[in-house]
């Protein structure tokens, strides 16, 4: 290129001097062409001929000698972009010695083992909580609360209202822009803790919402800005609005916020008529003097309509604070301009070769306000933002303490920092340069649904449409564990690795989010001459496993349905256990229940009803005292005890609990039912018991008899 600079400055003022020569007849045009052609011939030489002599004959022989000093730029450049250069890595054992007593003292892991998978768990919350067509449940999160003096892990979705979902003939302009404008409240329950016959233990329901403790009563429960409410509406206006269906009738109200735009003037009416394209704003006779219009509800949108030049988290998350309902929306400065660092995707959306998790977003669902917190103070990006727009950003420090305890490390930037670290964990550019270490994230058999499809479709709501991937990259999860050489436990976000193109694990990484430790990053790799088995051998060991194999066959008949749920890997002390929830569902409900959990640990597998039992059959634990109560169930619903009692008595029992189970039916009570029908059971299976000797006929009986 500097050739070619020189070159064409030459040809420049040969050209130049042309001018003032003026050649006659046919030099006049061969000069020009002379000079002209000399640029383009050197052009081809320079970019063609050259380059590929050099390749071919210097390069080629001499690759790796001639490239390091670019890989030592590439790594360090890529692994600085990316925040890989700040991950500790650490060894981990991955030994076989646990024990029943380890289980005892990992309680807090174990009693927040995520037996509950976020797919069928949507359908159950669908079944069960939706209350109403027009309401529906968007996503569902992970997060963590404290309950009973312990940091509990929670699945928490928000029930918004969807006004497409009414009728055709309710879909009047009044009904989607000024009655029908919030949903209503949430429903959250423990990742582990099951009731009835294999439904969630809800700890918030119902419409008003019903808290089972007080710190997470929900005084504020409307949502009028959300991930599902994607157009404006009118409020304070002369029609009240649907609040929340209440038996047979509805309850209404006026919205009480300050949220939105005043739209009470003439001359306002007429702008957001133009800026609606919608006449009715003009003509409508409901608008009063302090009618507000609602409009950028939809929480990312709202973001993006601030601070276009943040990109946005994939999965913004709910949180009950103080008796409202706040949004957090993770976002991130990037750029595609960082120097010598390799280029990605963020969520298949954009390209760049940099990010940090710079800002955290605070959205109240109620009156849409919002606050923008710089996260990452060390990023020069954020820092150039807060300069440039002062009043827009807090500081970290400044983030409400209640909220601050929700805050977790995003899945986004966690996904892209696993997928670099595949080959960016090499260091060395030998190493690098022939791929001898590369690592992928671990993969999982994964049973996929397509949630429009099974939706919509004829085969109605539910985990229903689904198709099976072998071998899915395994997305990362949250959990409550203990770190080893950690004494407590604390909410971490981990995904596993294992070499490429084998399915043996080699690593895992973990990212911290509490308090002072939140985003640092951590790796374990383990012991390269031992067998770790990685998630795909487990899966190929649960298919082997005859009993496992035949539940699952016989139950995935006509009528009804298995869901395999994700494969869990958990590290406790310096040894690796699996789990994997089981769950059915009839065709008929779409209301998934969860049925077993496997568990497997070194070379034992096995399926049993619940966690504690399977843990039990695991480590051979003979004791009932010395695993803890509420593996799995919450202590609440004590187990249910054969009756005793002679006939009559055993009849009405069970005539008791079959009235009691179409009250809560009824009711709504779906968890109720659940325990009145595993009573029932368990009476008519005492009854039965009872009269089986009487039943037997005697040897001297004839078929006539």
């Not at 050197?42 to 210097?58: D, K």
């Not at 949903?183 to 582990?192: I, K, T």
Request: glycine share 6%; hydrophobic share 40%; aromatic share 10%.
């Amino acid at each position: 290129y500097r050739v070619m600079i020189a070159g064409c400055l030459a040809a420049a003022a040969y050209l130049l001097a042309l001018i003032k020569i003026q050649p006659q007849g046919k030099k006049a045009t061969l000069a020009p062409a002379i000079g002209i052609g000399a640029v383009i011939a050197l052009y081809f030489l320079g970019t063609f001929l050259v380059p590929t002599a050099v390749q071919q004959f210097v390069v080629n022989p001499n690759e790796l000698d001639k490239e390091k000093p670019y890989l030592v730029h590439a790594i360090a450049g890529t692994r600085a972009a990316y925040g890989l250069d700040k991950i500790q890595t650490k060894k981990f054992e991955a030994t076989d010695n646990l024990k029943s007593q380890d289980i005892v003292d990992a309680r807090d892991t174990i009693d927040n083992i995520k037996i509950w998978d976020h797919r069928p768990l949507k359908a159950t919350y669908k079944q069960m909580q939706v209350i109403r067509l027009y309401y529906d449940f968007p996503a569902i999160s992970v997060d963590r609360y404290m309950a009973e003096d312990r940091m509990w892990q929670v699945m928490l979705s928000a029930r918004e209202l969807v006004p497409g979902q009414l009728p055709a003939q309710s879909q009047t302009w009044v009904n989607q822009h000024l009655q029908y404008t919030h949903g209503y409240g949430v429903c959250l329950s423990p990742v582990n803790r099951v009731v009835g016959e294999g439904l969630p233990d809800l700890w918030i329901k119902d419409i008003p919402p019903q808290s089972k403790y007080p710190h997470l009563k929900i005084t504020r429960p409307e949502i009028y800005y959300g991930q599902a409410t994607n157009d404006w509406v009118l409020v304070k206006t002369s029609t009240q609005e649907f609040d929340y269906p209440q038996g047979d009738e509805n309850k209404y109200t006026t919205y009480a916020g300050e949220g939105g735009v005043g739209i009470g003037s003439f001359f306002r009416r007429v702008l957001f008529a133009i800026r609606m394209q919608d006449v009715n704003i003009f003509f409508t006779r409901y608008l009063k003097t302090e009618s507000r219009i609602l409009f950028n509800r939809n929480i990312q949108q709202r973001v993006q309509a601030v601070a276009p030049f943040l990109m946005l988290d994939q999965e913004p998350y709910m949180v009950v604070h103080e008796g409202r309902l706040k949004w957090i929306q993770d976002a991130y400065t990037i750029s595609y301009r960082y120097p010598y660092s390799q280029p990605t995707s963020l969520g298949g959306r954009q390209r760049i070769n940099y990010i940090r998790n710079s800002v955290k977003v605070v959205i109240d669902a109620f009156d849409g306000k919002m606050q923008l917190y710089t996260w990452d103070e060390a990023d020069p990006m954020v820092r150039t933002y807060a300069k440039m727009f002062p009043a827009l950003f807090k500081k970290r420090s400044e983030m409400p303490a209640g909220l601050a305890a929700h805050v977790r490390y995003p899945k986004d930037l966690f996904s892209i920092q696993a997928v670099m670290y595949e080959s960016f964990h090499m260091t060395d550019p030998r190493i690098w340069y022939n791929q001898e270490d590369k690592w992928a994230v671990s993969r999982e058999l994964a049973e996929k649904t397509s949630e429009r499809q099974a939706d919509e479709g004829a085969a109605g709501p539910g985990i229903t449409a689904r198709h099976v991937t072998h071998g899915s990259r395994m997305a990362p999860y949250y959990m409550i564990m203990r770190l080893p050489e950690v004494k407590k436990e604390e909410f971490l976000l981990m995904v596993p690795f294992t070499p490429t193109n084998k399915d043996n694990m080699v690593a895992w990484m973990t990212a911290r989010c509490d308090g002072d430790n939140y985003g640092k990053l951590l790796v374990y790799t383990f012991p390269k001459k031992k067998l770790i088995f990685g998630p795909m051998q487990i899966e190929a060991r649960i298919d082997q496993d005859e009993n496992i194999s035949q539940w699952i066959t016989l139950r995935n008949q006509q009528g009804s349905q298995v869901i395999r749920g994700d494969l869990l890997v958990i590290p406790i002390k310096d040894s690796i256990l699996y789990v994997e929830p089981i769950y059915l569902q009839a065709v008929q409900t779409h209301l998934p229940e969860l049925k077993q959990v496997i568990v497997a640990f070194g070379k034992k597998l096995t399926m049993k009803e619940d966690l504690r039992a399977a843990l039990y059959e695991v480590f051979e634990v003979k004791k009932d005292k010395v695993l803890p109560p509420t593996l799995g169930t919450d202590p609440a619903t004590k187990p249910v005890t054969a009756p005793t009692g002679n006939t009559s008595q055993l009849l009405q029992q069970a005539l008791g609990h079959y009235e009691d189970g179409k009250k809560k039916l009824a009711a709504g009570d779906w968890a109720g039912y659940g325990a009145s029908q595993t009573a029932l059971k368990a009476a008519l299976d005492q009854l039965a018991k009872d009269l089986q000797p009487k039943l037997a006929p005697t040897p001297a009986a004839t078929p006539e008899k």
